[in-house]
């Protein structure tokens, strides 16, 4: 811990520095407050900064240095992977079977029922989902049970739509 308001003093001292769009998330999971003369105040313990600076003619690296370069292969391994997770979510099996899993683990037989669909649907889309690294399947009593891998990739991504559905653009406060 610091004497200084995190993260206030970043956003000043990055601010100062000429860095723009500057985003702020919170990676608490539980809510940490101060109590201070004037109230009680939020001070977050975990949070990352996300900010960039305006292009500039000034160069920091060597004229001959292709600064694109990197960020092509970046960009282009990134594309496939937000595609390749995007084209599986755009399925509306997948997104019934994460939203089952978010409460409760699920068998493939569990997953046909709840979707009205063959066995062999459901496995095909359960596999499909694993690929991904969405969820996970363990053997519990001789039965392959699914479950989610990170619970909190689904709770961001209902409050990710929420936002796009309802024009809201506030990052900040997650």
Known sequence: ???????????????????????????????????????????????AICARLPYSNVSLVD???????????????????I??????????????????????????????????CSYTLASHDLNKLKETGLIDSAKVNGEKVFFLTNREVIKDLCILTNRITKGQSDTTGL
């Open 63 to 81: 004229s001959d240095y292709d600064e694109l370069k990197p960020v092509e292969g970046i960009i282009d391994r990134m594309t496939m992977d």
């Open 1 to 47: 811990m610091s004497k200084e308001f995190r993260p206030t003093w970043d956003i000043g001292i990055l601010s100062k520095l000429g860095f723009k769009d500057i985003d702020i998330r919170f990676m608490d999971t539980e809510v940490y407050r101060t109590d201070t003369r004037t109230g009680s105040i939020h001070t977050p313990i975990g949070f």
């Open 83 to 116: 595609t390749d997770v995007w084209h599986i979510l755009s399925n509306e099996d997948c997104i019934k079977i994460l939203l089952s899993l978010y409460t409760v683990d699920l068998t493939t037989s569990q997953t046909a029922e709840l979707l009205g």
